[in-house]
């Protein structure tokens, strides 16, 4: 049974920096993609970042390109998000999602396995 256990959130001022973490655990993950989404307040969850498991190129969303990192440890079965120069629009509640499939998909239904969650608030 494939679980995801989200980590690293939390209060910080505009400008400033948070590192989210994903412990993937349940399964072998190669040949799957991994991502992040966000779901701000009356709003609908909106992609973030992916990566696969074997490499390659990561894809972003527009709005948080150059600012937004996502990565990888594959021994640790952990994908990270690196978020730097943190606006509050940023502020949401972030999840991290996988799927057995090796392309990188943007909508949430695509994804069959999600973690709880964990809030990022980015004050002004």
């Known amino acids: 049974q494939v679980q995801l256990v989200e980590s690293g959130g939390g209060l910080v001022q505009a400008g400033g920096s948070l590192r989210l973490s994903c412990a993937a655990s349940?399964?072998?993950?190669?040949?799957?993609?991994m991502a992040w989404f966000r779901q701000a307040a009356e709003k609908e969850r909106e992609f973030v970042a992916a990566?696969?498991?074997?490499?390659?190129?990561?894809s972003y969303a527009d709005s948080v390109k150059g600012r937004f990192t996502i990565s990888r440890d594959n021994a640790k079965n952990t994908v990270y998000l690196q978020m730097n120069s943190l606006k509050p629009e940023d502020t949401a509640v972030y999840y991290c999602?996988?799927?057995?499939?090796?392309?990188?998909?943007?909508?949430?239904?695509?994804?069959?396995?999600w973690g709880q969650g964990t809030q990022v608030t980015v004050s002004s």
């Open positions: 990566i696969r498991w074997s490499g390659g190129s990561p």
């Open positions: 999602a996988t799927r057995p499939f090796i392309n990188i998909a943007p909508m949430p239904g695509q994804y069959p396995y």
């Open positions: 349940g399964r072998a993950f190669v040949g799957y993609v």
